[in-house]
């Protein structure tokens, strides 16, 4: 074969190899198994976004506004439960809390928490410095994806009371003040409007009632409660302590001298008290005084002799013999009335009286007069919330710069007011001459 035609046959069977391969083709399951490839890796990577998406902290608060908004209470106790929330979450504490969240506007605060996928603020606080809810981490969902959780922070109702031994019941939650017990806490409240109800069942009185309680006035998470309904135990000052108590008709079983507070009673006047002593024999009654205050004066038109009621042994001059004894000496005195006005504390030091015996003391001692107390009577008393008058009848001798002495009587009516539960006097109403 000549060298020309081994060419030839080389070159063809070049093309042939090269058109051979050419029409080689890659085998279908290759092409099937990259294809699954790479749409698994795009389909994982749009999961993971929707994932992720699910758990930032703006779909938190924006799904926990939309409850809230919807009024969703089945919604909202189910986030507030995985929250931790520490409050109590019964279906009425809950739909109080979203009533609370809506009108006071907080709910479309929630938000401003959260920005750009991360905690901003962890605490909603109110204008009133109250913390209303905290949003925090959570644990990570799969190990991958951060959850974030949305909690609501307990309240604290301090309720006082002017009686102990009443019933209180709030939202199912019951409690009872015990004796000389006048103050309850609850605790553990979500925020929100409620009806406190209250209930006594006493030897005088019954009471029973509704307070209505607005959480948007508490202050640092803790709502103060005063209970006002006209109901109060009583004081009964009376000359004649050893005097027997009754109400409304019938005996108490107690003597004057032997309470310090009496009751409770509701002060609508419906309720009358008197008393009642045997003197020399016989029964005497005060008048039936209806009980509309706090204090209640039972004076007695025949008081017996003065070293028998001006025992310390309680009632009417329990609450005053301390302050008489150091402005007034015993009926025959060994020292001047002057020495005994000036002690401290006797008087209130921004009272009329005060200044009006400071200045008449003055006068005594320019005209080298003197003046001496040698009787002294309790005639009557009457007495208001603000404090209490008495009036007395009294003798001074008085003497003059030359020695000459000159006994004279008066009628003193005084008024007494109540500062930190003493008395003090605090003016002179009014001076009659007895002639």
Known sequence: MSSQLREQEKNLFSRTSIRNNKNKHIPRNYKKLGLIFGVSIVTLFIVHLIIKSFYTPERMAKSFEKAITENNYKEVT???EEGGTRATLDVGSVKAFMEYMN???LVNHVEDLVSNGKVQKSE?????GNHVLSIKKGNKFLGIYQTYLISAEPFELKVTSPI???ELSLNK?????NKDEYEKSFKKILPGKYALKVKYEGQYSDVEDTIDLDFTKASKNKLDQELTFNVSYVQIYSNEPDARIFVDGKDSGKLISEVDKFGPFLLNGQTTIHAEIDMNGEVVKTSEVPVNGKYIDLMFDTPTPQEETTKDDGGFFAGIKGFLDKYLPNPKPENNLEE????????????QAFLESKEYQHKIKKKN??????GFAMKSSKQDDSGMSIVTNETYEITDKKGKTKTK????????TRVNDELQMDRIEEVKEIE
């Not at 007069?369 to 040698?374: A, I, W």
């Not at 009587?409 to 007494?416: A, L, M, P, Q, V």
């Open 124 to 128: 909603l606080i109110d204008r009133h």
């Open 103 to 105: 009108s006071s506007d």
């Open 173 to 177: 939650n019951n409690a009872r003040l």
């Open 409 to 416: 009587s008066f009628e003193i009516t005084y008024h007494f």
């Open 369 to 374: 007069t003197t003046q001496k107390l040698v």
């Open 164 to 166: 102990d031994e009443i």
């Open 340 to 351: 005994k006005q000036f002690i401290d504390g006797l008087f209130n030091q921004n009272g």
């Open 78 to 80: 189910q986030i507030l």
